[in-house]
């Protein structure tokens, strides 16, 4: 073989394996830009559901403030009723009962 078309053959084998690396750089670019935008749409998703999940505990809250109001005032009642029942101790008693099962 002669000189020139070793170097030819060389110049060739370069050239090629130097597409072969500007190849693989922008197919790995390329697969990153998709993880990217992917990885961009699971935090949309993620926000989303925790608005939800923020949104649901605040209802929670709201109703759990709600049910021990309406506690207090089934309460407030139960000593009027108490107050103005002449067999109030026997109502007390009874209440007292029911109330301990409640906080236990």
């Known amino acids: 073989m002669s000189t020139g078309l070793i170097i030819a053959l060389i110049v060739i084998a370069v050239a090629v394996i130097a ?5 693989s750089r922008n197919a790995k670019a390329r697969r990153d830009d998709t993880r990217r935008v992917e990885a961009g749409e699971h935090r949309d998703q993620a926000r989303i559901v925790q608005a ?3 949104q649901r505990a605040a209802q929670a809250e709201e109703q759990a403030a709600l049910a021990r109001q309406e506690r207090r005032q089934a309460d407030e009642r139960h000593a009027q009723a108490d107050r103005l029942d002449p067999d109030v101790d026997e109502a007390v008693e009874d209440r007292e009962h029911h109330d301990a099962g409640r906080t236990a």
């Open 19 to 23: 597409l072969l690396v500007v190849g």
């Open 52 to 54: 939800k999940a923020d």
